[in-house]
T-cell receptor, first 113, second 104 residues
Framework: GAGVSQSPSNKVTEKGKDVELRCDPI?????LYWYRQSLGQGLEFLIY????????KSGLPSDRFSAERTGGSVSTLTIQRTQQEDSAVYLC???????????FGQGTRLTVV | KNEVEQSPQNLTAQEGEFITINCSYS?????LHWLQQHPGGGIVSLFM???GKKKHGRLIATINIQEKHSSLHITASHPRDSAVYIC??????FGTGTSLTVIP
């Protein structure tokens, strides 16, 4: 597709379950970012991938959160043993290179019940 | 203290008014971003700037590196400008956004 694609668009899960969120970047974009946007809060940086370099995981809030990027393309954000405070919109953004304009996906709205 | 502070948090304007949204930051930057998020919609990048001023249509963004301050101006505001405007420093630090409502 032409833009950043995220799936699913909505996810309701029970507390304690694991969830996987997917991001398909724009072809050729080497930089990929994951963010979380909680109700009434700003964008919170989670993790950053650049090419084949080791990811910057400095924003991950706990060891329940992890992410992978396979072949420099598709990325998956995994949240293990979900908690109610994990409920938020998870956004993926990609850019042709670091420090260039980023393009955002529509996000995955995660609700933990 | 947040690394990026925006003001005001909420803004209501009459159609046609000139609007200014401010952003102050405390971290070093490579670039500052202004983003737009419509209700229920995705986020769109409006500007990326590291110095001076940029203009796209009715939108103008300025940055003062020495003062660590940026402004987003909207001239001749229109109801379709109603959205949340977010200031970001690099790709890692963001303000909580300014919710703008433009009334016809």
């Amino acid at each position: 597709g032409a833009g950043v694609s995220q799936s699913p668009s909505n996810k309701v899960t029970e507390k304690g379950k694991d969830v996987e969120l997917r991001c398909d970047p724009i072809s050729g974009h080497t930089a990929l970012y994951w963010y979380r946007q909680s109700l009434g809060q700003g964008l919170e940086f989670l993790i950053y991938f650049q090419g084949n370099s080791a990811p910057d995981k400095s924003g991950l809030p706990s060891d329940r959160f992890s992410a992978e990027r396979t072949g420099g393309s598709v990325s998956t954000l995994t949240i293990q043993r979900t908690q109610q405070e994990d409920s938020a919109v998870y956004l993926c953004a990609t850019a042709p290179q670091p420090n260039t304009e980023a393009f955002f996906g529509q996000g995955t709205r995660l609700t933990v019940v | 203290k947040n690394e990026v502070e925006q003001s005001p948090q909420n803004l209501t304007a009459q159609e046609g008014e000139f609007i200014t949204i401010n952003c102050s930051y405390s971290v070093g930057i490579s670039a500052l971003h202004w983003l737009q998020q419509h209700p229920g919609g995705g986020i769109v990048s409006l500007f990326m700037l590291s110095s001076g001023k940029k203009k796209h249509g009715r939108l103008i963004a300025t940055i003062n590196i020495q003062e660590k301050h940026s402004s987003l101006h909207i001239t001749a505001s229109h109801p379709r400008d109603s959205a949340v405007y977010i200031c970001g420093v690099g790709q890692f630090y963001f303000g909580t956004g300014t919710s703008l409502t433009v009334i016809p």
